[in-house]
C-alpha cells in the first residue's frame, strides 16, 4: 500500500501559502495542517540547527573541532560499498537496503520516501512505502525540489507509530521542528548531503545546456573527479568537466533555497549516506548518534567499509574559485578538461575534497545572502558556516 499525498494538498500553488517566498525549498510542510508551525520549523525562516542538534543528538558541533566543525556531530564516519550494488540506485543503493532491512524487519511500519511520477523519471512523487517493493522504486535521485513533508499528515492519519523518513537538509529541519507533534513512539531519520538543487524547469535547463543528449539522461552526479557523470539510457556515461560549465547560462537555475543554504552534509539525521568524503565509487557514511548506528548496523554483511582519508590542500582552490564563479567565468572545453585532469591528480581528496566543496558552496551563499535578504544574514548564517567563509577573502 502506497500512501500519497491528497489532491488538494497537491494542487495549492507554491506561492498561495509558502511564508519563505522566493526562497521556500518546496520541502512539503506547508502543504499539510503542520503550516502552522512554518514560523518556527521553516529552515530558510528560523535557522535553528545549534538548538535542534542539541536536541537530536545530546549536543550541537564543536567548533573548534574540525571534523565536527565541517561534518556535523558525529560518532563514526567511513567509507563503504555495497557488495552487491542495486542496479539503477544512484551509487550503491545503501540508502534503498537500510530502509528496505528496517522495513522487513518491523523496526519501523512505514517509510518516507520518493518515487518519480510515470510520465517523467526526474517528477518527485513523494510517498510513505510500506512494501520494499515501493522503497525500491524511489531508488536513485530525483535532482529536483521535492515536497518530501507533504505526505506527514497520511502519519497521524494511518496510525503509525515508526516512521523513517528519509531527506535532505531543509526536509529534515522542518521535520525536526515539528517531530514531537507528530504522534510518534520512534522516528528514524536517514539523510542525504545536498546541494545545489533545483526546480523541474531548471533542471531541464542545465540538462538543455550541459548534455550532449539530455533527453535519454537517467541520472547525473557532480562526482569527486571534478566532473559531472551523466548516464544515459543506453547504459553509456558522459563526462563535463566542472570547469567547462557553461557558469554564465546556469548562474540563475539552483533554486534561491539551494543558494541560501549552510546545512550541505544533513545536520539533524540520524545516519548520512552521501559520497563527497569517500574515495571514487564508495560512500561516504555519518553515524550521527545511536539510532544511526542501528540503521548501519542492519546491512554490515551487506556492505565492506574502509576508514575515511584525507589527502591535499583545497585552500588555494576554494579562494581562486570564488572570483571565477562570481564573474561567470567559463573556460573553454579544451583548457576545462586539461584543468580537471591536473586538479584530478594533485587536487583534494577524501575528506578535504568534502571541505573543498562545503568552502566552495559556503563562500557562494554567504555572498548570495549578503547580496540578496542582507537582512537575514546574521540570523541565516549558523556560526559554523561564518567560522569556515571567515577563512576567506570574499568580494563585496
Ligand atoms: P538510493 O538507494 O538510490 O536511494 C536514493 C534515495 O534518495 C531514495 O530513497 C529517495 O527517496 C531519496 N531521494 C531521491 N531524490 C530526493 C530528493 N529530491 N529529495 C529527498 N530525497 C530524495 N551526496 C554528496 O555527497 N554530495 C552532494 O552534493 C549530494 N547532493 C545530492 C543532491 C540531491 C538532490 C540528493 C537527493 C542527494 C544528493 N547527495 C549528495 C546524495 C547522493 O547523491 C546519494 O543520494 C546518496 O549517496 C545515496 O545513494 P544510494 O545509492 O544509497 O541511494
Ligand atoms: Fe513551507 Fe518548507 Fe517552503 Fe519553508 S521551505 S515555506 S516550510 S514549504
Request: glycine share 6%; charged share 25%; aromatic share 8%.
Amino acid at each position: 500500500m502506497t500512501l500519497v499525498p491528497h489532491k488538494k494538498a497537491k494542487a495549492l500553488k507554491p506561492s498561495s501559502r509558502r511564508p519563505a517566498k522566493e526562497l521556500c525549498s518546496e520541502c512539503g510542510l506547508c502543504d499539510t495542517y503542520y503550516i502552522h508551525y512554518v514560523k518556527e520549523a521553516c529552515a530558510f525562516i528560523n535557522q535553528q540547527i545549534p538548538n535542534l542538534e542539541e536536541q537530536t543528538h545530546g549536543r550541537s558541533r564543536d567548533l573548534e573541532q574540525s571534523d565536527d566543525l565541517y561534518f556535523g556531530v558525529h560518532q563514526d564516519m567511513m567509507a563503504a560499498r555495497k557488495t552487491e550494488p542495486i542496479p539503477g540506485a544512484q551509487w550503491t543503493g545503501i540508502v534503498s537496503t537500510i530502509a528496505i532491512e528496517m522495513l522487513t524487519r518491523g523496526m519501523v511500519e512505514g517509510v518516507v520516501c520518493v518515487q518519480n511520477t510515470e510520465d517523467d523519471r526526474f517528477q518527485p512523487k513523494p510517498i510513505i512505502a510500506t512494501t520494499p517493493e515501493e522503497i525500491l522504486a524511489a531508488k536513485v535521485n530525483k535532482p529536483t525540489l521535492s515536497p518530501n513533508l507533504s505526505v506527514l499528515e497520511l502519519v497521524e492519519q494511518s496510525g503509525m507509530k515508526r516512521l523513517l523518513v528519509i531527506g535532505v537538509g531543509c526536509q529534515i529541519q522542518a521535520l525536526r521542528a515539528v517531530e514531537k507533534k507528530l504522534g510518534l513512539e520512534k522516528l528514524y531519520v536517514l539523510g542525504t548531503p545536498c546541494t545545489d538543487n533545483v526546480t523541474r524547469a531548471g533542471l531541464q535547463k542545465f540538462l538543455d545546456t550541459t548534455s550532449r543528449s539530455p533527453e535519454t539522461v537517467v541520472y547525473y552526479e557532480f562526482m569527486q573527479d571534478f566532473n559531472v557523470h551523466f548516464k544515459h539510457e543506453d547504459g553509456s556515461t558522459e563526462l563535463v568537466p566542472f570547469f567547462g560549465l557553461k557558469t554564465n547560462q546556469l548562474k540563475d537555475v539552483f533554486a534561491p533555497s539551494c543558494l541560501s543554504c549552510f546545512d550541505y552534509v544533513n545536520s539533524l539525521a540520524d545516519l548520512v549516506v552521501g559520497y563527497m568524503g569517500a574515495p571514487f565509487g564508495w560512500q561516504w557514511i555519518v553515524v550521527r548518534n545511536d539510532r544511526g548506528q542501528e540503521m548501519l548496523d542492519l546491512v554490515q554483511d551487506k556492505i565492506e567499509t574502509q576508514p575515511v582519508t584525507s589527502k591535499g590542500d583545497r585552500h588555494q582552490a576554494v579562494q581562486q574559485s570564488i572570483p571565477a564563479y562570481d564573474k561567470a567565468v567559463t573556460l573553454p572545453m579544451w583548457a576545462a578538461k586539461l584543468m580537471g585532469v591536473v586538479i584530478e591528480k594533485i587536487g583534494p581528496k577524501g575528506l578535504e575534497y568534502a571541505r573543498f566543496s562545503i568552502d566552495s558552496h559556503f563562500t557562494r551563499n554567504y555572498l548570495y545572502v549578503k547580496r540578496n535578504h542582507p537582512e537575514k544574514l546574521e540570523q541565516h548564517v549558523p556560526d559554523y558556516a561564518k567560522r569556515i567563509v571567515s577563512q576567506y577573502k570574499l568580494p563585496e
